[in-house]
């Protein structure tokens, strides 16, 4: 809603909503010393620098419109599923580096028994205050391994403790089947890990493949300690391209085992290669069942999703339905799996309920339960927030800003800006022109006492191209341009050219795990 300020310049809603939660008056807006506002709205004062006290005056209390004023719930630990990740909370805005955050993305996970989500970190903030801001680092995760169909794969310093324990394990195996081997098992149990996890790479290799097939961009490929992730940075466009993305995972599963059978037929049995091939074989089997299972976040859960979402028109209702699938199998994984193992249903001698082998049982489907309620919760937040992120748009959460120029004291340009009611300020040259952003953070860290002798130049950063963000930017299309290029701030302008204010990328995650917290 506009209305007239002190000197005719229109003012929005949501600059009333920071008076009444500031203290602050907003006067009215002088053409001479404030960025040229818009006609339809102002730029949304979303964080104010600091400013002198002295130049305060009393709260002049008005109608607010409060939509942005509450602060957002800090979003919940990521857990496991094949879909869009949430971003982290949002950062303190006096901290230096505040980043811009990621455009979700959706992942697949082959966990040896399941496909499961993980969130992925925001690129960073630039360090430093001048300079043009880079592009971020290509995604890290722990050791470089390759990069198959242009798509890095790592190993997370996790994969080694489980290999380790897959070597115990299994050597302890060997030594009852093949006890000739003396110490030489663990080495064989070695080799074992080593080529299931190659399995899993097979496993999400599967679903990068189809997803650049369905030019959807992947991210990287990480190993780790419950399996393999593949980072999926766009969500499918159509019900039967996500059928197809999770299926083709546990269908190369099938295929691996059925090759590891063939494999098993031309050796001899109770042989190092025969144990091998036929330990291999079970895993790959077991790996393809447990994901076909029909909930989220395992592959089964996305293709069942996929399926309701082709009945029903709705994404979201496929994403409802399959999430609560995959906490019921929570619970019959929490509950059966421990029965299961000690009444002989698993293909074992059935067992007294009782010692470290129940204990064991017990932890590890507690484990597996707890990954499946947490991945399908996870979902169920993310399909939230894809239905609230077009209402994230750059024009409703850029702050008002005042222009000054480069040699301007620190303490002037902050009585200009408290005058005209705004919490930016942009350094132009002589004609107007933007040159490069004062960042909030550096204002925090410059005592007021100093503040007549520093000048606004030393504390500003840069203007890049990629800083420049217009303000018609919204949803996926406004997360994707902060991604591209990390900063703290970014100018934001009018289609004309005209400064419109500046965004802060802390004022973006706010917004974005605000709305993963409202309900649909």
Do not use: C
């Not at 399941?114 to 630039?126: N, V, W």
């Not at 393809?288 to 999703?305: S, Y």
Request: aromatic share 4%.
């Amino acid at each position: 809603m506009d209305e007239s300020g002190g000197s005719g310049q229109p003012r929005s809603g949501t600059d009333e909503a920071d008076e009444i939660r500031t203290g602050r008056p907003r006067p009215g807006d002088p053409a001479t010393t404030t960025a040229r506002p818009p006609s339809d709205q102002q730029p949304h004062d979303a964080g104010t620098p600091a400013e002198p006290e002295e130049a305060a005056a009393p709260a002049r209390p008005e109608p607010a419109d409060d939509r942005n004023s509450e602060e957002p719930a800090t979003a919940p630990p990521t857990g496991p599923g094949h879909h869009p990740a949430p971003a982290p909370a949002a950062p303190r805005t006096d901290e230096p580096d505040a980043p811009a955050p990621e455009q979700p993305h959706a992942t697949h996970r082959s966990e040896g028994h399941r496909s499961e989500a993980h969130t992925p970190a925001p690129p960073g903030g630039r360090k430093g205050g001048k300079g043009p801001a880079k592009r971020p680092k290509e995604p890290g995760g722990g050791l470089l391994m390759g990069r198959p169909f242009g798509v890095p794969v790592y190993v997370a310093p996790s994969w080694f403790l489980v290999a380790a324990l897959i070597t115990w394990v299994f050597g302890g195996q060997l030594d009852r089947v093949l006890p000739e081997l003396g110490m030489a098992r663990y080495l064989v149990s070695l080799f074992f890990a080593v080529a299931f996890y190659a399995s899993v790479l097979v496993h999400e290799l599967a679903h990068t493949v189809a997803a650049l097939r369905f030019k959807l961009p992947v991210r990287r490929i990480q190993l780790q300690f419950f399996g393999g992730v593949s980072e999926i940075e766009k969500e499918s466009e159509t019900p039967g391209r996500e059928f197809v993305l999770a299926f083709v995972g546990p269908l190369l599963s099938l295929i691996l085992g059925g090759l590891f059978y063939l494999a098993l037929q031309t050796v001899e049995p109770g042989t190092v290669p025969g144990v091998l091939l036929g330990g291999l074989m079970i895993s790959n089997l077991i790996v393809a069942a447990f994901n076909l299972l029909p909930g989220l976040p395992l592959d089964g859960g996305r293709m069942l999703r996929a399926v309701v979402w082709k009945i029903t028109g709705k994404p979201m209702s496929g994403t409802v339905a399959a999430a609560w699938v995959g906490r019921a199998l929570a619970i019959s994984v929490l509950i059966g799996l421990p029965l299961l193992t000690h009444s002989g249903g698993l293909g074992t001698d059935a067992q007294d309920i009782g010692g470290m082998d129940t204990v064991m049982d017990a932890l590890l489907a507690a484990i597996l339960a707890g990954i499946i309620w947490t991945g399908a919760g996870n979902s169920l937040r993310v399909a939230r927030l894809r239905e609230h992120l077009p209402e994230l748009r750059a024009r409703a959460l850029t702050r008002r800003a005042v222009p000054v120029e480069t040699h301007t004291p620190l303490s002037e340009a902050l009585r200009r800006a408290n005058e005209a009611g705004a919490r930016a300020l942009v350094v132009v040259d002589a004609d107007g022109d933007p040159l490069s952003l004062v960042r909030e953070a550096a204002i925090v860290g410059v005592p007021e006492h100093r503040r007549p002798w520093v000048a606004v130049s030393g504390l500003a950063q840069d203007l890049t191209d990629g800083m420049r963000v217009s303000a018609e930017l919204a949803g996926e299309d406004l997360l994707e341009v902060l991604r591209a290029t990390p900063a703290t701030e970014y100018l934001v302008v009018e289609d004309s050219g005209e400064i419109y204010g500046v965004l802060s990328a802390a004022d973006v995650e706010k917004a974005f795990v605000k709305a993963m917290a409202r309900p649909s």
